[in-house]
């Protein structure tokens, strides 16, 4: 990296509110501060609660608490499709993906997902298995999701977005054990305790078994061989355990979280491929996090680790094919961090990161293909925002050095200017920054022969049918540009809404080439193609208190995109949603009701040569009550009129999912 | 030809998937990013430090200074020890209509301290004032302290105010705005009297205030 470039990483070294500035709600915000932190508030004109979200330098939403408790959603992925700006699909149970702006139907998922900063993407191919994650509702405090590039602060992998999934102490966690039931066999048992041990020490912990649809009876090769018509078959039993401790005492604060989970699950394909998966997964995620005053400031260290081994087994007409697995997908992470506001309109973070990734496949060819790969990571980074005229003005700063020592290193910058245009009742917000995405082990390492061809990862070396060395090359990070023009309007103190317009630019495109292509024929591999792809949108959301206890919601996404590739040929981009509009209501009283639609129209997959998905739209609701203090019931209907549809073509049709929720607290 | 099985996904690749694709590698220029954009950051970092000691004067916010107080309440239940006591609930009261007990009642709902539930009272007059381990006075019920601030020490009561002086005049904590920061008077003799031990960080942070100063 030049010497400039890490002069200029060296040169911010200012702190931003950039992470606090993302709670939702300003006296949520307070409340997780230290009494040191507290004393550092500026004292300033301001609009009322949602004045942190006016000024976070990124296009950002906050799911609450209540969202999460009140929705229907079973998933989290099915709770961050409401999430103006964000798409999503599910393919089976267990395969589902969330990405934002555009960018949630590639090859590889372009999202960072995190567990309180604990990163939980597959390290092997960035994914991130949602429904086996060891994770309860219950447990969730909010979810923060970020719209664009945020390499600057977060690194590879967060190329589309960040998603923060924030927990709850357990100082704040009730014991409590539940039971769900709905349609085709759908179950969960869980129970769950949370005790305070003293008044600076709490702990809890949960068991769960989520059965997500009844077995199939298609899942034996004799069955498959017997159903002539059977269609999509799709079942997943996961067991969970998590762990939360909790010690507090004045400004210095430790947690240790983590869990493990264990999958069994079945999908059967129709659509003439008559074929049989049945895999299993162990997933596990710890999180340890010490934040103690220094100085001025307040220093964070975080330690984490997060681990997944995943066995596929395949019949097809009837005879068995194949097995394969994910041996290894390990990643270790250490966080160092530095917050401090040395002015009174200055607010800084800088810090260290350290990393290390383990990957290792054995795929099913003849003769077998293993890899095992590990790869180290090192990253500083640092993030600055300045306030001017009476905080009518707010400049953000953030970059981000990464290197691995596979890979050439990368540096991500990203500015952001806010401007408040009236009282702090609107706000214009201007952003220009970068993100990238390293290539996964996946896309670097993996070989698979089917017959009459291969497709090969960008450093493999292999032969086409005609002979055609094809040799392998490391290959570059995709990088992303990003600008962005938000207007966010905060009326009163019942309303807030916001546009944004944004364009992104993908360069060094990670993708599919064709080496050679016959009848019989077919050689393709992953490496940086030709291509650009250009996507831009239009984001729309409005929130508004209709009373005490009524809230509403309406947001409209619009995004359409271009790929050109090295000959300047250009192609639509086929890779999200043209158009998706959601909105939902929310009561609160005695009886707590939530009532939801979703549209979503234009859905086309790059790489799936079938007709595309039907538009669709979608109605979940949701009434709970508690009845005495103790026991909660709730009622529950996804896709509640059952208009069944594919999120992505011929696997899991969508149905209607009514269950029933009894949970008592003790 | 349908490759199946990479990456955990099945995939499928036919005609018009190749449309997007050359044949043959190729690879765009190097250097992601437009440089323009990083020498104006450079520059504009620059900038940035010569112009951040530039601060205008704000004028307080009193929304904003209402949830810090009772966010500040909040945090300091945590460093405050009581006598021992079997009560499941830390009780917060206020003395008269004051605006800190709308977000004192939101955290009561959502946060617990020490594990313990905080329960949040309100009490009109001085007269109806009722157990509690935490009081709130007002800046209109100041006056009361002077026959009441007694028999609330001695019932292990903290007593809080946001009143000019009051920390000289025998309320344990008080809330002052100090170069547009929002800080915290502590009288160690009040402290003394209510029979409360408070931590020693807490100590650190505050502006400690000798009752004999004021008189």
């Given at each position: 990296m030049g010497r400039w470039k890490f002069a200029a990483v060296i040169a911010l070294v200012f702190m931003s509110l950039g992470l606090t500035q993302t709670h939702g709600d300003e006296l949520d915000a307070f409340l997780d501060m230290s009494l040191t932190d507290l004393l550092n508030v500026p004292v300033v004109t301001a609009s009322k609660r949602l004045q942190t979200l006016m000024e976070a330098p990124s296009a950002i939403s906050i799911i609450s608490r209540d969202d999460i408790l009140q929705s229907s959603a079973n998933t989290i992925p099915e709770l961050l499709q409401y999430v103006v700006g964000m798409d999503g699909y599910t393919k089976t149970h267990t395969d589902q993906d969330v990405a934002a702006r555009g960018l949630a139907y590639d090859e590889t998922p372009k999202m960072l997902i995190l567990v309180n900063s604990q990163p939980i993407n597959v390290v092997v191919y960035g994914g991130v298995q949602w429904p086996t994650l060891p994770l309860a509702k219950q447990d969730i405090d909010r979810i923060e999701v970020v719209r664009g590039p945020s390499s600057a602060m977060y690194g590879a992998d967060a190329q589309a977005g960040v998603v923060n999934i924030i927990t709850l102490p357990a100082f704040e966690r009730k014991s409590s054990a539940s039971i769900s039931y709905g349609e085709r066999g759908t179950q969960t048992y869980q129970i769950g305790f949370a005790h305070p041990l003293n008044e600076d020490f709490a702990v809890a912990i949960r068991g769960r078994f989520t059965r997500t649809e009844k077995k199939g009876d298609a899942e034996t090769p004799a069955a498959i061989q017997a159903a002539p018509n059977y269609g999509i078959k799709d079942w997943a039993d996961i067991y969970a355990m998590t762990y939360r401790l909790d010690y507090k005492r004045g400004d210095t604060e430790f947690n240790s979280e983590g869990g493990i989970s264990s999958d069994e699950e079945g999908y059967n394909a129709s659509a003439g491929d008559r074929s049989i998966d049945l895999s299993s997964k162990r997933t596990i995620y710890l999180n340890n996090r010490a934040k103690f005053p220094v100085g001025r400031g307040e220093v964070g260290i975080r330690l984490g680790v997060r681990d997944l081994w995943q066995?596929?087994?395949?019949?097809?007409?009837?005879?068995?094919?194949?097995?394969?697995?994910?041996?290894?997908?390990?990643?270790?992470?250490?966080?160092?961090?530095?917050?401090?506001?040395?002015?009174?309109?200055?607010?800084?973070?800088?810090?260290?990161?350290?990393?290390?990734?383990?990957?290792?496949?054995?795929?099913?060819?003849?003769?077998?293909?293993?890899?095992?790969?590990?790869?180290?990571?090192?990253?500083?980074?640092?993030?600055?925002?300045?306030?001017?005229?009476?905080r009518r003005i707010l400049l953000t700063l953030s970059g981000r050095y990464d290197k691995w020592s596979s890979l050439d290193g990368e540096f991500t910058p990203r500015a952001t200017l806010n401007l408040d245009l009236h009282k702090k009742k609107a706000n214009l917000r201007l952003m220009a920054g970068s993100s990238f995405r390293r290539p996964s082990f996946d896309e670097s390492h993996y070989f698979v022969r089917f017959p009459g061809g291969w497709l090969k990862g960008s450093q493999i070396d292999a032969t086409t049918e005609v002979g055609t060395l094809v040799p392998g090359e490391k290959p570059d990070p995709e990088k992303l540009t990003a600008y962005e023009v938000g207007l966010r309007l905060h009326p009163d103190a019942r309303t807030y809404v916001d546009f944004e317009v944004f364009q992104n630019t993908i360069k060094r495109n990670l993708g599919l080439i064709v080496y050679h292509n016959a009848p019989d024929e077919l050689n393709i591999g992953i490496t940086n193609i030709g291509d650009r792809i250009k996507l831009s949108g239009v984001e729309i959301e409005l929130k508004h208190d209709l009373s005490k206890d009524t809230r509403a919601f309406l947001n409209y996404t619009y995004q359409r995109g271009k790929i050109k590739d090295a000959s300047s040929i250009e192609e639509k981009w086929l890779g999200a949603p043209q158009a998706k509009l959601s909105g939902g209501i929310s009561y609160a009283g005695t009886i707590t009701a939530d009532a939801r639609f979703r549209y979503v129209g234009g859905v086309t997959y790059p790489e799936v040569d079938f007709e595309p998905v039907d538009d669709y739209w979608t109605v979940d609701l949701a009434v709970s009550k508690f009845s005495g203090e103790y026991l909660h019931a709730k009622l529950s209907a996804t896709n509640a009129l059952d208009k069944a549809r594919y999120e992505y073509p011929i696997y899991t049709q969508i149905r209607r999912k009514l269950s029933v929720d009894l949970r008592y607290l003790f | 030809m349908k490759p199946v099985d990479t990456f955990g996904q099945s995939i499928v690749l036919r005609g018009s998937a190749q449309k997007r694709r050359r044949i043959g590698p190729a690879r765009l220029c190097e250097g992601g990013g437009p440089p323009n954009l990083r020498r104006f950051l450079l520059l504009a970092v620059v900038g940035l430090a010569c112009l951040a000691v530039v601060s205008d004067a704000f004028a307080v916010d009193k929304e904003r200074l209402i949830r810090l107080k009772a966010a500040f309440i909040f945090n300091i239940i945590g460093y405050v020890r009581w006598p021992e006591s079997a009560q499941d609930n830390i009780t917060v009261g206020i003395l008269g209509e004051d605006p800190v007990a709308v977000p004192l009642r939101a955290i009561s709902k959502k946060r617990m301290v020490k594990g313990k539930r905080m329960e949040v009272k309100v009490f009109p007059e001085a007269s109806g004032i009722g157990p509690c381990n935490i009081l709130f006075v007002s800046a209109p019920h100041v006056a009361a302290l002077d026959s009441l601030g007694v028999q609330l020490e001695s019932s292990h009561v903290l007593l809080i105010g946001d009143t000019d002086g009051l920390a000289g005049k025998g309320v344990a904590v008080n809330f002052v705005v100090v170069k547009e920061r929002l800080r915290f008077e502590v009288s160690l003799q009040a402290l003394k009297r209510a029979g409360l031990v408070v931590g020693a960080k807490m100590l650190n942070l505050s502006i400690l205030v000798d009752e004999k100063d004021s008189q």
């Open positions: 066995e596929n087994k395949r019949w097809s007409n009837g005879g068995y094919v194949f097995k394969y697995e994910l041996r290894k997908s390990q990643g270790i992470d250490v966080d160092l961090q530095y917050t401090l506001s040395p002015l009174a309109n200055q607010n800084i973070i800088f810090g260290g990161n350290a990393s290390r990734f383990v990957g290792s496949r054995d795929i099913a060819n003849t003769p077998p293909y293993i890899y095992d790969e590990s790869d180290n990571l090192w990253s500083i980074y640092a993030q600055d925002q300045v306030a001017f005229a009476d | -």
